[in-house]
């Protein structure tokens, strides 16, 4: 399984977290899926979600920035309807054990999902930079 698809699961496990899916949620995913149709559709991805623990789709990210990405990703997406239900931030700490985030980078992506969520944008922290930088998802992307 390619990281991208790893990834588009892990964010429809978390879609699926509080049994609702919310159309913010929605929104996000549908995102994340343009221009990548070997994905599949968001009701193929939801399925496929429902079916897989999440140990099992965490393993498909080998590379440390690949999987720091994913739980901002998944922290940001928890959060996009303005509400962090209880059973989203269990499975936020469960995926940060499982990925092997570090606490100093745990914090930074909680820091700054707390900055967006207050409307306090501002430049990403270089840390965020670079670990896109070095991951599969830029990969291809380079001039």
């Known amino acids: 399984m390619t990281p ?9 496990k978390m879609a699926l977290a509080d049994d609702i899916l ?23 991805l939801v399925e496929e979600a429902r079916d897989r623990s999440l140990k099992d789709l965490a393993e498909g990210l080998e590379k440390y920035p690949d999987r720091f990405l994913v739980a901002f990703r998944v922290l940001l997406m928890a959060s996009v309807d303005q509400h962090l239900d209880p059973r989203e931030q269990a499975l936020y700490q469960e995926l940060i054990t499982l990925l092997k985030i570090t606490k100093s980078d745990s914090l930074l992506l909680e820091k700054t999902e707390a900055s967006a969520r207050a409307g306090q944008l501002q430049e990403p922290d ?8 070095d991951s599969s998802f830029f990969e291809g992307q380079h001039e």
């Open 126 to 133: 270089p840390r965020i930079n670079q670990m896109y930088e």
């Open 4 to 12: 991208q698809k790893s990834a588009a699961l892990i964010l429809a």
């Open 22 to 44: 919310d159309p913010a949620e929605l929104d996000f995913l549908e995102q994340l899926l343009a221009g990548h149709p070997e994905l599949g559709t968001i009701n193929e």
